[in-house]
């Protein structure tokens, strides 16, 4: 495809997660920034106004545009959105009716019957629902969603050992102080601590998991037949979600078949390729001390799951360790991947963008 | 009783455990520190001179004890042990034999047949193993150990729910770094990062935890008939352990019940009142976002279970959250309340000691 | 005195200072806490129910309190204030106005003229200026204030040296999180990093400490004729602010007459007596690693300021390092001193509270 | 110049700093990395089974690297040295004596008359120091050291206000765990604390920095005549060193003079590119709470320093905070920022290496 083919925008674009975006755009061969918006807080500065989360300087790219009103109908067709969940619920619809494909991180409406609930490696298929959403809603244009940051990282393990039919999981989650977004969690809380109870997470991890790995049929998803059991905490860890994951199955593996469906793993179609896609999206480690997050959660640019520690468990069947980026696999890379799936899929448009 | 009737020593006394073994000895109503032995390195200097790690100085009271060579024979009756694996394959036999009442925190003997793994509010009746214990070995003395410090904690919580049957038993540890001891973890590794994986914790907790709860019969324990599977991790926290515990019950309780058990657990027999003991092993924190190690592992002088957030479990019966202060409940103070049993049951030795 | 003779309030009780006042003036033996104030946010509940940011439990004593709208008249007669700098603004006029002697923790009126800032161990005579705002100000109470956390122990180390003319000051502070109240710094700010600026903390240590060792006239205080240069910065500590210092002397001392001039220091007036007050406010240690915030900010219930590593400055005259724990000697413990010397110097009224 | 025209060697190749070169000469233009020497422990295995600090996994182009003894003349002519002090006394000479020019990170030689102390961009005439090695030393070979990692930002702060003749400096450094190497600190004493003291620090600070910033002549380098005091600590932070500076000049400028004068500098001679030199060696930050180690130590790949909060000193002239990547251009990346400069001067030899 031709470079920068399509012109994008970004709701949300100031925090954590907008951040993370605005950055792996810099120089994506397919996706051109043109548009980022913000609350009304931002309005009027430059996005190099924006005090920078991510270490270094705003990218010299993204410095001149203006931070704009979230005003649907003037903004690129392609939208990313790293809103908050009640700001998606007052702006995506109204985005999507007026022909913008939003691509969400925001979990307001992961759940919805004709949302697709997207991993590009995992079920690509769920895209089908988009038809179902413009058969049933009053929209030009489109919503799909990524998941929750730590169900990104179990739904890969689960959707590699398909095959295996795994029936329990339980999994426990050690997240980092970046999944709360900016200011998140107040350093007096955190600091030499762990915080077990992260709002809502455990719900999201249960529950989408078995979305994503559902049936896409014609009445939506069937969600998938498994017991889940989350367990969520935050630690003093900057970036990188790790878990520590117990499975049974219906069809137990060998250990050795484990680990090679682990590292063998992706669903995505021959002959699809992904610009933000990783060679692997789950890397085995065979140390007996990783995944660790400030080793690991950077490799294959933030874009894979590492798992390690993978044995026998005295009570279900197998137990490993995972570990992702939380703002990058966990979301702004989440997003991009899927609006990647988006493109070659072709639902955007061609031709020179009229927004503007 | 009157104060301070038994002189005891502290075999390792210079490591973090043997010193939080001194601060919880100072003002003992039954025990005086007459005595401390190290390495050769620490040899010749007094106490006070050995770099002291838990904050503060050197507690007055032991600051003028000469640190000794560790010579059977040479030392107080009662023996607290902190030594390391290895050294206490080395000396602890030797000073059982010699007639010293050694009360363990090393993994060395633990689990032997004919040596009680102990923990007061669990286990009472295990000290009868020592009868077998002096008939089967050429000791005038005895050993008695500790469990590990995260078997500690999830052992009181099984116990608690003991007449629930609890048969599968999943833990993922969230463990602190003075359960690595002094020097421990380097920063560099510990700094902002999970390390997911702590030598042999999993086999302790795993294998430990079923000879605390099993049956005390003639030819020894019989571990209890369950399943338990552990994932240990490191975290950087400084003090307190927090577990996320996951239980399947074969008479599986309302989650009231289950509350209501882990409130009012002690299997202490009646009567029996021990100084470190506290009110109650287990406190229950109602908060959602509770127990947290840096806010709770303190409670009740370190010597309380906390837990919480306890809730149904989609794939065992139920879920909760539990923490306990690693070198306080975990070691140090672990061993000072078996040492006090064995005071009220009658195994320390009236009168002067004998071997100054 | 008989115990618990005068019955206080706090303003401001929700805050880190806030609930270090409450925790200290449990069992206090002249004060007995009776009314707690918070903004509207927290009002109709009682104080149990404010998330207790400190570790354990509300204290016991407090939990029933109601906590109250802050309305002047309608208040024990002594207040401390632990208000941010905005509300102190709004409400210590009126309270010292409604006849309640407020001794505040906030940096509002600390620079005012008549508004005595006070260390009782260094500047005691400054209570003087409390004639000069009786007689100014159409008041019928007062207001006391206490330094700003890395000054006190700044001040109280200049003082020990005052006999030797320091007349240039060069500090670098290291700020424990807790100094920024709470919420304070996210944790993604703070997280293994180093913020090298703190807003308006280096104008306030540099010129409060002058005020501090200043002459208390008729006219109000003239300043020490000293320059002080002040470099404040934010690391990943809970509590306790290090502070590395050197000093130039108009007078300079030998080593060993600073250390002991350090060692020796206090100005409290003979034969007073103040329930909160440090055997002696400076502590040295001679260990060449000492202080460190995690082992020595409690030292003396943290009331002490610690000193270590005193040695020649090639550029000034010497150099040391000193630590102080922020929310208790640098604020709450402050507080509660200064209104005991209130006490003793017969500013608080005798007899039953008139308020309620 | 041709592609990686030399090979060269690194001596401690294992350690913290040895891993950052051979992390720094993957890809490097001139130099191919041929050769890793280690102490015994490490012998015969390949660099890639030696535990890999860094994050992710051992560069793939040194994996298959055996490490070797240190055993002068089997090795490359140019060699890195990261060895500690000990080692560096034992293997440095030697080296040189056959043949090797010894690029060294050690302190050992640091402040011997005929060895350089090196920053290419601040004193690269002292090179010139080279001859007289030669003539004075039975060496065929050569030394040349880059200093202390706090001493190289220093360094270059000073020498860039030369004109303004600098004569009095203090400087409090935070420094982060790696440059302790590794073991290094424990986590146990630096999670949430700020140690004040490192052993050695204060005095490389204060003494390699005259020597840098000194005259270079017949009779060796004559030492800046400037007052330079430092105090030291260490905070949690992984990678980053940040200064607070206090200057007092002989020749005040204004601060825009003295902004200035920073931005522009680069004493590296005109015509000579080094391929790890930065395009400006200091980063002048305009925020008002910067430069911060998490998030400017990586800026210009961690070769330049950063510098903020230019202000007037109220006790000597002006300060800022300066902050440079200590393993970086505090170690590896000066270590190959020197060899580069002895590569464009002519002290390597040219044609195939003779060593294997």
Redesign the interface.
């Known amino acids: 495809m031709a470079t920068q083919r399509w012109e994008v925008g970004i709701l949300g674009a100031t925090g954590?997660v907008g951040q993370q975006l605005v950055r792996r755009l810099e120089g994506h061969p397919w996706f051109r920034l043109a548009w980022v918006a913000a609350s009304e807080r931002s309005e009027g500065r430059t996005y190099g106004e924006i005090p920078w989360?991510l270490?270094?300087s705003v990218p010299e790219f993204a410095r001149d545009l203006r931070v704009e009103r979230p005003i649907a109908g003037r903004a690129p067709q392609l939208l990313f959105s790293a809103l908050d969940a009640e700001a998606a619920t007052r702006y995506e619809h109204a985005f999507a009716a007026a022909g913008h494909i939003v691509v969400s991180n925001a979990r307001t409406h992961r759940l919805e019957g004709d949302v697709p609930l997207l991993i590009p490696e995992v079920n690509p298929d769920h895209l089908a629902l988009l038809a179902a959403q413009r058969a049933g809603r009053p929209w030009r244009g489109a919503i799909v969603t990524n998941p929750n940051c730590s169900t990104v990282f179990l739904a890969l393990v689960l959707a590699a050992c398909r095959r295996f039919a795994p029936s329990?999981?339980?999994v426990?989650t050690?997240q980092a102080?970046?999944g709360a977004g900016?200011?998140?969690?107040?350093?007096?809380?955190?600091?030499?601590?762990?915080?077990?109870?992260i709002d809502g997470e455990e719900e999201k991890i249960?529950t989408e998991t078995k979305k994503i790995l559902g049936t896409c049929g014609d009445g939506g998803v069937a969600p998938a037949p498994m017991?889940?059991?989350a367990?969520a905490?935050r630690?003093?860890?900057?970036e990188g979600h790790?878990e520590?994951i117990?499975m049974?199955f219906d069809a137990p593996p060998s250990e050795a078949d484990l680990v090679s469906a682990l590292r063998g793993f992706s669903n995505l179609p021959a002959g699809i390729v992904l610009p933000s896609a990783p060679k692997a999206p789950i890397i085995h480690l065979p140390e007996?001390?990783?995944?660790?997050?400030?080793?690991?959660a950077?490799?294959a640019d933030g874009m894979a799951v590492c798992v390690?520690?993978v044995r026998a468990?005295?009570?279900?069947d197998f137990?490993l360790?995972a570990l992702g980026h939380n703002t990058i696999r966990g979301a702004a890379g989440a997003a991009i991947l899927n609006a990647e799936l988006l493109a070659v899929r072709g639902w955007l448009s061609e031709g020179a963008p009229s927004w503007s």
Chains 1, 2, 3, 4 share one sequence.
Request: proline residues 12%.
């Open positions: 954590m989360l270490g270094g329990r999981v339980l426990t050690f102080a970046s900016h200011p998140g969690v107040p350093s007096w809380d955190l600091l030499g601590n762990v915080v077990p109870f249960e017991a889940i059991s367990q905490a630690v003093p860890v900057l790790t520590a117990s049974g007996r001390d990783r995944p660790q997050p400030r080793l690991d950077n490799r390690g520690r468990c005295p009570v279900l137990k360790v």
